[in-house]
Antibody, heavy 120, light 108 residues
C-alpha cells in the first residue's frame, strides 16, 4: 500500500525557515517524480515544486522560486521542502504527491498534508 | 503560465442527476496532460482522470473525461451521494503545473 506521510509543519514568524519532510513507502520511490502541492485555508490547490526521480529536473512555482528548495533522498525514501524567508501568504496545508510515472504525469497518491502557518 | 478556469463555481444537483463540469485553459494543453481530481472536506485530493479521458485505478465508470486543446469536460453520469465534493482540473504538461480554482458539486 502506497503511503506518503508529511511532517515538519509548524507555526513560524515571517522571515523564518522551516523544513518539511515526506516519508514514502509501498512503492519504488526512486522510480517516480515527486511534488509538493499546497492549499491555503478555504482555497484551491497550488502546485509548489517537483523533482524528478534522480533530482536531475527540478521546477518551482514563481511564488516560491528563490525561497524554497525541493530535494529527495532515494536511500531514505524521503522528499523534502526547505522553506526560507517565509511569508504570511505561504500559510497552507502542504501535500506531498507522487506522480503516476516519472516525467510529465498526474498525481496518483497524496499524503494527508502538514500545516504551515506563518504569523507574527 | 497556463491559467485554468473552471465553470461553474458551484453546481447544485440531486442524486441521480448528470453533472457536467468545464475547464478552460488560457493556452492549448495537450490532452495527454490534463487531469481531474476530487476533494472532500478534510481529505487529500483523489485522482479521477488523467490524460483527459483515462480513469485512474478504482474510479467508477460513471466518471468520464473528454476534451482537447483549451476545453475539457468532466462528466458524472449519475450522481451518487459520495460524489458531492469539489473537483479540480490540472494541467501538467508545462511548468508551472497549474490547477483550476475548483467546482463545488453540492446537493440541491
Amino acid at each position: 500500500e502506497v503511503q506518503l506521510v508529511e511532517s515538519g509543519g509548524d507555526l513560524v514568524q515571517p522571515g523564518r525557515s522551516l523544513r518539511l519532510s515526506c516519508a514514502a513507502s509501498g512503492f519504488i520511490f526512486d522510480d517516480y517524480t515527486m511534488h509538493w502541492v499546497r492549499q491555503a485555508p478555504g482555497k484551491g490547490l497550488e502546485w509548489v515544486s517537483g523533482v524528478s526521480w534522480n533530482s536531475g529536473s527540478i521546477a518551482y512555482a514563481d511564488s516560491v522560486k528563490g525561497r524554497f528548495t525541493i530535494s529527495r533522498d532515494n536511500a531514505k525514501n524521503c522528499l523534502y521542502l526547505q522553506m526560507n524567508s517565509l511569508r504570511a501568504e505561504d500559510t497552507a496545508l502542504y501535500y506531498c504527491a507522487k506522480s503516476i510515472f516519472s516525467g510529465l504525469a498526474a498525481f496518483d497518491f497524496w499524503g494527508q498534508g502538514t500545516m504551515v502557518a506563518v504569523s507574527s | 503560465e497556463i491559467v485554468m478556469t473552471q465553470s461553474p463555481g458551484t453546481l447544485s444537483l440531486s442524486p441521480g442527476e448528470r453533472a457536467t463540469l468545464s475547464c478552460r485553459a488560457s493556452q492549448s494543453v495537450s490532452s495527454t496532460y490534463l487531469a481531474w481530481y476530487q476533494q472532500k472536506p478534510g481529505q487529500a485530493p483523489r485522482l479521477l482522470i488523467y490524460g483527459a479521458s483515462s480513469r485512474a485505478t478504482g474510479i467508477p465508470d460513471r466518471f468520464s473525461g473528454s476534451g482537447s486543446g483549451t476545453d475539457f469536460t468532466l462528466t458524472i453520469s449519475r450522481l451518487e451521494p459520495e460524489d458531492f465534493a469539489v473537483y479540480y482540473c490540472h494541467q501538467y504538461g508545462s511548468s508551472p503545473r497549474t490547477f483550476g480554482q475548483g467546482t463545488k458539486v453540492e446537493i440541491k
